[in-house]
């Protein structure tokens, strides 16, 4: 076997194999412990190894021995066909336009803290009960979007859009979960949204055909100042639900007077202010018995003598003694005749 400068072909390879093994020994080594032996400061690159990078070999990053061009950013290495083989971002990764460690830190890539800010998909693609905590059972009936009611920097801090809400009122407004109905609140079994709207609890528009308020309505209502004395319920006379002014005149439950309301017109006889003396109240106005016995006008004042009747003076009860009961009751005053 010939030698080469003294030595043999067989020596020169196992001296080759030997600085192989050496250079593939040191460049498996973890990055931090090679840079220490070296005496390399790897933050001189702009990248500071950190986390599960301090214990990766130089070339699972410096692929083929090279250096520069090395990816810095998750996305250079984590990304499918990229030049580093690193685990990808997998393909159930929820849609973001941030950036990796954003989210994510490099001790462990499980152990998230979620910037909510830069996802672009709707809460329940995560908030399922799957791929993290959703909706508690709990949960008011909704069609709208987590994000209608709820912020996503703070899960508590809630704006509820009544809009979205499925359920009835009372699901939530029940004094338990959340204000419910007072205890001056009208009795009623209809439904809050009835009268009430969402966006003003305040403004109600009352819908009195749903209130079991039938001679009741007092319960909310009260008398003006100069309405005359009824013991009679509103309802008796009042029409509920539509205008208040619409009145059917409920006549026997009235506890005044007629000229409470009513005044005389101006032709009416001379008589006291008793008007149901003669009137019957409730019925027709113009049908009258007339109680003689309360006038305070004489017989004239009303009746005029008939063309047959002897001429005398206007005093009719000197002769017709039975005035207001029969006319034809009489006792001849002949002093009273003219003729």
């Known amino acids: 076997m010939h030698c080469i400068n003294g030595k043999t072909p067989c020596s020169i390879g196992r001296g080759l194999v030997v600085i192989l093994i050496g250079i593939l020994a040191c460049t498996a080594l973890p990055a931090a412990l090679r840079a220490a032996e070296d005496g390399f400061n790897h933050e001189q690159t702009g990248f500071l190894l950190q986390g599960k990078h301090k214990s990766l070999a130089c070339d699972s990053c410096h692929v083929r021995g090279l250096f520069k061009g090395t990816p810095t950013s998750c996305e250079g290495c984590h990304t499918p066909g990229g030049m580093v083989n690193a685990t990808p971002k997998p393909s159930t990764h929820i849609a973001t336009s941030t950036s990796c460690e954003s989210c994510h830190n490099r001790e462990n890539f499980s152990n998230l803290e ?137 006549h026997t439950a009235t506890t005044a007077g007629c000229n409470s309301c009513h005044s005389k017109p101006d032709g009416h006889i001379a008589a006291p202010d008793s008007c149901d003396s003669c009137h019957s109240a409730g019925s027709a106005w113009n049908k009258v018995q007339v109680d003689h016995s309360v006038l305070s006008s004489p017989c004239a004042g009303c009746h005029s003598q008939p063309a047959s009747h002897p001429a005398a003076s206007t005093n009719c009860q000197a002769c017709h003694t039975g005035a207001g009961t029969s006319w034809t009751q009489l006792t001849m005053d002949h002093a009273e005749t003219t003729a």
């Open 114 to 250: 979620v910037a909510h800010s830069e996802i672009q998909v709707p809460c329940i693609n995560c908030h399922n009960g799957t791929i993290t905590m959703g909706p508690p059972s709990g949960h008011i009936q909704t069609n709208g979007n987590c994000e209608s009611c709820h912020a996503s920097g703070e899960w508590n801090a809630v704006r509820m859009d009544h809009g979205q809400a499925a359920g009835l009122c009372a699901s939530c407004h029940n004094n338990t979960r959340h204000t419910g109905k007072p205890e001056n609140h009208i009795l009623t079994s209809a439904e809050c949204d009835n009268c009430h709207v969402p966006s003003g609890w305040q403004q109600v528009s009352f819908d009195h055909s749903l209130a079991p308020t039938t001679g009741k309505c007092a319960t909310c209502h009260g008398k003006p100042d100069n309405h005359f004395p009824s013991a009679d319920t509103c309802d008796s006379c009042h029409e509920a639900g539509s205008a208040w002014s619409k009145v059917t005149m409920d």
